[in-house]
Nanobody, 121 residues
Framework: VQLQASGGGLVQPGGSLRLSCVAS????????MSWVRQAPGKEREFLTA????????YYADSVKGRFTISRDTAKNTVYLQMNSLKPEDTAVYYC???????????????WGQGTQVTVSS
């Protein structure tokens, strides 16, 4: 099983980034997919999830209206479009897969390695 996240980097406040996460080694279409982040010295924070079918999405209040999750089953890929980025969005961003509650990250089955996002001028 592998979840390969990419797309992180350095961006100025107010800018945008799109993260991608390519899944392999499991049946992607059977799993809800999520993004979680962890800032230095802080606990992991659930950001967003999308159901296995793509018909339902969930967002934390901290990113609602700024971030958008989507998935492409044909490419086994989940995306995170991040707009209006703020310095407090600086963190390592992880993608994850689950067949349980998509908003409860301690129960996730598989995790990616993370990609660093830094928002700074």
């Amino acid at each position: 099983v592998q979840l390969q996240a990419s797309g992180g980097g350095l961006v100025q406040p107010g800018g945008s980034l799109r993260l991608s996460c390519v899944a392999s080694g499991f049946t992607f279409s059977n799993y809800a997919m999520s993004w979680v982040r962890q800032a230095p010295g802080k606990e992991r924070e659930f950001l967003t999830a999308i159901s296995w079918s793509g018909s339902s999405t969930y967002y934390a209040d901290s990113v609602k209206g700024r971030f958008t999750i989507s998935r492409d089953t044909a490419k086994n890929t989940v995306y995170l479009q991040m707009n209006s980025l703020k310095p407090e969005d600086t963190a390592v961003y992880y993608c994850a897969a689950t067949r349980e509650n998509p908003t409860y990250y301690p129960g996730y089955s598989y995790w990616g390695q993370g990609t660093q996002v830094t928002v700074s001028s």
